[in-house]
């Protein structure tokens, strides 16, 4: 079938197209945070989105089987079709509800079948339950990570508290993500606010999980990773800066487009490259913690 490629010369195009793959080539990019079916997505504009981004690997983070992360996020099924039909471009996670009595054999199965992770575990447990226990255990076992979405009065009640499950599964990696996350760079932080915009008190809760914590790592996806960046740029270089072995680019944008206003992923990539200290620290956050931490 013949391209249109009006108002392109083939030359012009060829010369387009080469440097797009010597800029992949150049700057790799590992998103670990995107759903599939992501408020109605399909995979086609998913697939489209996440190459329009420069993203060279996706981690694909699936819903449990009776709640779709609040945004109707396709199963762990969803997510292994789409690796198998694209095996250069996405991996997956295994996901299930942490207090079901079949989570354990649910994830065990997908583990065994190929997910190099467990997440993005959004349930409303607390964060230090027997239930994230279970879920560390099983990680500890398959020596995979886990991905936990914190917030407040919400999903994985407790952060305060997360310590206990830090110190008790030292070789259990862990990653944060969600507004209480991010929302506790700030020492000062009101717990209510999940996106506050004001100047940040260095010293958060967060700031500390990653500096005692050889096993916590940061998700900078999503506005709340966005709003952790650009609410305070100052802070953001100095923070990128002094964790720059432990944070983890992942776009978790529902958008169709891939750039622009719509697309906190692109913006994401943006501030990054605007405001981390040189290029050998956005290589990092970029592709090679990922890569280190998901053994890609």
Known sequence: MRTDLSGVTRRGFLSAAVGALALNAAEPIIDIHQHTNYSGRTDEQLVAHQRRLGVTRTVLLPAGSKYGLAAGAGGNDTVVRLARQYPKEFVYFANELPDLPEAESVLR????????????????????????????????????????????????LGFER???????????????????????????????????????????????????????????????????????????????????????????????????????????????????????????ILHDNAVRLLRL
Request: glycine share 8%.
């Open 109 to 156: 199965k997908y583990l065994k079948g190929g997910a190099i992770g467990i997440g993005e575990q959004k349930f409303p447990v607390a964060c230090d339950s027997v239930h994230i226990q279970k879920i560390a255990e099983l990680a500890a076992e398959f020596q995979v990570p886990v991905l936990m979405h914190f917030e407040h009065e919400k999903y994985n």
């Open 162 to 284: 997360f310590y206990k499950i830090l110190e008790k599964y030292p070789k259990v990696n862990f990653i944060g993500h969600a507004q209480t996350w991010w929302g506790n760079i700030d020492k000062n932080l009101d717990p209510t606010v999940l996106y506050p915009k004001t100047k940040v008190t260095p010293g958060g809760l967060t700031d500390r999980y990653l500096s005692d914590y050889p096993n916590m790592y940061g998700d900078l996806s999503a506005g709340s990773g966005l709003n952790a960046l650009l609410r305070d740029e100052d802070h953001a270089r100095e923070f990128l800066a002094r964790h720059q072995d432990k944070l983890l680019f992942g776009s978790d944008c529902n958008d169709a487009d891939g750039h622009g206003p719509k697309c906190s992923g692109s913006q994401c990539i943006a501030a990054i490259r605007r405001l981390a200290p040189n290029s050998t620290v956005v290589r990092k």
